[in-house]
């Protein structure tokens, strides 16, 4: 049970992807505008991203799982632990700044102009559901955690389609209630919009935060054991 809690609590610090509210709410707000036609292109894009999410961790899986003895030995390799450390620290350092301020009609600009024109809806959904995730260090320890289970490979695929779903639901539950909305409500619902992302903004500079204070932690404490045993 420990660790379904553990993977579920990755999936969902990884699921607060500000990037992928911003071209939802773009995609709504362009539907808006032209009278319709929302639902379906942003069930592609998040569609595009859960594949994303499915294909790296697939990838990641495979290659730790391949790789565990060399995994395990950063672990013990101080260099390595440097190396988090000094990573944990510009994480730590990205959470505490604070972004600049966004113009108020910037809620539609992100990426629906110019990346989901060139490369279409479900491709970006795709590549910002790989990008994102690669970058994230809750996906990295999640992919650890399925790599190193003691289960069957059909167990790994389900617990890897467990992680990607959690991951997509505030994007599904975003598209669902954007899709409610009737078209006298525009004006009203696109201040809510800006009010999540301001929201989301916080949450994710203060997750950002947690995650890089506990590599630092983590680092810390094993550089002060590896010292203990190098000594």
Do not use: H
Not at 84 to 91: A, D, K, Q
Not at 119 to 140: K, N, R
Not at 205 to 215: H, K, N
């Amino acid at each position: 049970m420990q660790y379904y809690l553990s993977l579920l609590g990755f999936a969902a610090v990884d699921s607060v992807n500000l990037l992928a509210f911003a071209v939802i709410a773009g995609l709504w707000l362009t539907a808006a505008g032209r009278g319709g036609g929302f639902t379906p292109r942003a069930a592609r894009f998040t569609g595009g991203a859960f594949c994303g999410i499915v294909l790296l961790s697939l990838v990641s899986v495979w290659v730790i799982g391949n790789n565990q003895e060399f995994v395990r030995s950063l672990f013990y390799n101080l260099w390595a632990m440097l190396v988090m450390g000094v990573v944990g620290l510009v994480i730590t350092v990205l959470g505490l700044r604070r972004p600049a301020e966004a113009k108020e009609d910037s809620v539609e600009a992100p990426l629906t102009q110019t990346v989901l024109q060139r490369f279409g809806i479900m491709a970006t959904g795709v590549s910002l559901g790989v990008i994102q995730s690669a970058t994230s260090a809750p996906f990295a320890a999640g992919m650890v955690l399925i790599s190193f289970a003691e289960t069957p490979w059909w167990s790994k695929l389900l617990q890897i389609l467990f992680f990607a779903v959690i991951a997509i639901l505030p994007s599904t539950a975003l598209i669902i209630t954007l899709s409610r909305v009737d078209s006298s409500g525009v004006a009203a619902a696109t201040r809510r919009i800006d009010r999540f992302l301001a929201r989301g903004r916080v949450a994710g500079r203060m997750l950002t935060l947690v995650v890089g204070v506990a590599l630092v932690l983590l680092a810390t404490v094993r550089i002060v054991q590896l010292s203990g045993i190098l000594a």
